[in-house]
Structure formats: C-alpha cells, structure tokens
C-alpha cells in the first residue's frame, strides 16, 4: 500500500523550532531517494532537502545552516528538523521521492511562522 504521512507540523513564533516526520510505505518508495519540499501560499512547490547520489544532504540555500535532514531506515521514515524558523518558511511540508516526486503526494503538513 503506497502511503505517505507527514506530522509535526503547527504555529510557531519566529526563532522557534519544529521536528516533522513523515512515514512512507510501498514499492515506489526507498529510503535513499526520500527529501523534503514545501509549497508556501502563491507559490510553487520547492525541494527542501535531500539525500544526493553521493550520500550528503543538499538544502535549499534560504534553510542551511537551520534545518537538518534525517532518517530511519529500520522505520522507513525522514525528518526535518527546523529551526529558526523564519516567517517566509510558512508553507506545507511534504515528503516525497526526490529530486522528483512521484505522483502520489501525502496530505502534507501545515508549518506557520507567526508572532
């Protein structure tokens, strides 16, 4: 059964932190291919983070330095943790294959940087 499902997501003030989780299941899934994108109000959705070919793990330039990619392999799960949060990270998380997601798309996880 293909199954994405991202969590941790909520409101946070600027300066906060947030740990999302996402689970995945099925065959079109592998734990080396798995990253992070986000999809902010108006705008088109971006990869966040990934694992590359090499093994190290490429981050959109606005995160470096403040979110950190994970995973789980014995649990078939990704992380990211994120902190700092800035208000420009608002956005719904997503998992996916990457650099290019596969069709299916989970239902995302809502992240809002306010004061």
């Known amino acids: 059964q293909v199954q994405l499902v991202e969590s941790g997501g909520g409101l946070v003030q600027p300066g906060g932190s947030l740990r999302l989780s996402c689970t995945f299941s099925?065959?079109?899934?592998?734990?080396?291919?798995m990253g992070w994108y986000r999809r902010a109000p108006g705008k088109t959705r971006e990869l966040v983070a990934t694992?590359?070919?090499?093994?190290?793990?490429g981050y959109l330039d606005s995160v470096k330095g403040r979110f950190t990619f994970s995973r789980d392999s014995a649990k078939n799960r990704v992380y990211l943790q994120m902190n700092n949060l800035q208000p420009e990270d608002t956005a719904v998380y997503y998992c996916?294959?990457?650099?290019?997601?596969?069709?299916?798309w989970g239902q995302g996880t809502q992240v809002t940087v306010s004061s």
């Open positions: 996916n294959s990457a650099p290019i997601g596969a069709d299916y």
């Open positions: 694992r590359r070919s090499d093994g190290t793990i």
């Open positions: 099925g065959s079109i899934f592998s734990i080396n291919d």
